[in-house]
């Protein structure tokens, strides 16, 4: 009955942990998809000091956010966030507005396809 | 590099344990649902262990919800009889007075040639002297011979036999067990008096002593 109690206590735990998470990963890749629609915005607008500034902000947001999700994320996922915010920032920093805009969909595409991921809906169990 | 032998080595104790906890049966003596457990616990080590890519929790979680849904399947099989019935399944007999259970060996898709060899394992190469051959939900086969075909035993005879009991290891690889000698009411003076009379003067010498029921010891010394 003890090891009832603490495979129940445990597993109660894992399921908070599990929620807990999910909602982390939501609250944080929200902030770091409106940060990305800022800088598309600005770039829209023909403001590259601004854009500059807002991938330099997003890099710190990202540094800070994400810094646990290697933890429970697959590596190769976080790893080619990273790849694409280098070569965003890099876009932004010549002032190339087509490569800019596209890398910056798709770094908003993989943010957003974290929590995406990790929701317990049916299509994900399945 | 090193990431993988910490990986290994984190991956390995956990399995470790938790099969420590989960029991001492050996794998052919495993119900059905345990063994599907050992092979997936197997391999959901594996994978995080070699990919260090794969976040380590990724492996250690589906090892703990594995072995929390057998410890919960084992404890309502020892509650439940019913459900024992259906997580552990039922003996099913296949020989009962010498006649082979043709309909329930079809059902278990166990064929004669595999009856046969069990029955060789177990010494019996006649089907006419099982009584019963019981299938257990763990696999093996229990042969339960006619009373004209088993062999003698003491009391078939009428003779009385002394209790046995067990011999109980006093010192191993020179360590004496000091619980061990306890437990028989025995203490060291006893013991070093025992092997002085053989002149045996250091426990550090004796590599195994065990003491019977009757009290008489028996020790190996070290080779060297």
């Known amino acids: 009955m003890r090891m009832m109690t603490i495979i129940g206590v445990i597993l109660a735990l894992l399921i908070g942990a599990g929620y807990w998470i999910n909602y982390s990963l939501q609250e944080a890749t929200d902030q770091l998809s409106s940060q990305v629609k800022q800088i598309s915005m600005e770039i829209k607008r023909g403001d590259w000091s601004a854009a500059r500034s807002g991938s330099d902000r997003l890099q710190i947001s990202w540094e800070q956010d994400a810094r646990w999700w290697p933890i429970i994320l697959d590596h190769q996922e976080i790893d080619n966030i990273e790849f694409s915010m280098a070569r965003t920032t890099e876009y932004v920093k010549n002032k190339d507005l087509a490569l800019a805009q596209g890398q910056l969909s798709e770094l908003k595409l993989m943010v957003e396809h974290i929590p995406r991921k990790e929701k317990v809906n049916l299509e994900n169990i399945l | ?224």
């Open chain 2, 1 to 224: 590099m090193n990431l993988v032998i910490i990986r290994t080595l984190i991956l390995y104790t956990t399995v470790v344990v938790f099969l420590r906890i989960m029991g001492k049966r050996q794998i052919g003596q495993l119900q059905p649902y345990e063994l599907v457990v050992i092979i997936m616990i197997s391999e959901l080590a594996a994978i995080p262990m070699q990919n260090t890519g794969i976040p380590i929790i990724n492996g250690l979680i589906p090892i703990f919800i594995l072995f929390a849904a057998e410890e919960v399947l084992s404890y309502i099989a020892l509650k439940s009889e019913r459900a024992r019935g259906v997580i552990c399944g039922k003996p099913s007999i296949l020989i009962a007075n010498s006649r082979i259970n043709e309909e329930e060996m079809r059902r278990l898709r166990y064929n004669i040639n595999e009856l046969l060899e069990q029955l060789r394992l177990k010494d019996v190469t006649n089907i006419c002297d099982v009584e019963y051959a019981i299938l257990e939900t763990g696999g093996q086969l229990s042969v339960i011979l006619k009373s004209q075909k088993r062999p003698v035993e003491p009391a078939d005879l009428g003779v009385a036999t002394g209790y046995e009991g067990l011999s109980t290891t006093l010192v191993i690889d020179g360590h004496v067990i000091h619980e061990n000698l306890k437990q028989v009411f025995l203490n060291l003076d006893w013991l070093k008096a025992e092997l002085d009379k053989d002149g045996v003067t250091r426990f550090s010498d004796v590599f195994f002593a065990s003491v019977n029921p009757q009290g008489e010891l028996f020790y190996q010394l070290k080779q060297s």
